[in-house]
Nanobody
Framework: QVQFVESGGGLVQPGGSLRVSCVASGFTFRFTGMSWYRQGPGKERDWVATIDPAGGGKMYVDSVKGRFTISRDNVKNMVYLEMNSLNSEDTAVYYC??????????????WGQGTLVTVSS
């Protein structure tokens, strides 16, 4: 059974930084691309970033390029999203997911519970 458990969210001031984490299980993690998505208040869930299985290939939505970094640990089955220069538009629940190759698409897995990031002074 594919499962994702996200953590690390919290309240951060504008301009601050935060790292969210996700531990995945139920599939061969080291052979699988991974992505982060987010859902802001009153908004749809949107793709944020994808990393390839080895960790060398990464892609980001334009709004986070240069501020967010996706990374992974294939020993711990974990994927991370380091977020810098946060602003109010980054306030959202963050979710991790498997990816279908290096794309914005994902398999129809159940979502985890997500982790809430609130950017506010």
């Amino acid at each position: 059974q594919v499962q994702f458990v996200e953590s690390g969210g919290g309240l951060v001031q504008p301009g601050g930084s935060l790292r969210v984490s996700c531990v995945a299980s139920g599939f061969t993690f080291r052979f699988t691309g991974m992505s982060w998505y987010r859902q802001g208040p009153g908004k749809e869930r949107d793709w944020v970033a994808t990393i390839d299985p080895a960790g060398g290939g990464k892609m980001y939505v334009d709004s986070v390029k240069g501020r967010f970094t996706i990374s992974r640990d294939n020993v711990k089955n974990m994927v991370y999203l380091e977020m810098n220069s946060l602003n109010s538009e980054d306030t959202a629940v963050y979710y991790c997911s498997r990816s279908i190759g290096m794309t914005r698409s994902r398999p129809a897995d159940a979502w985890g519970q997500g982790t809430l990031v609130t950017v506010s002074s």
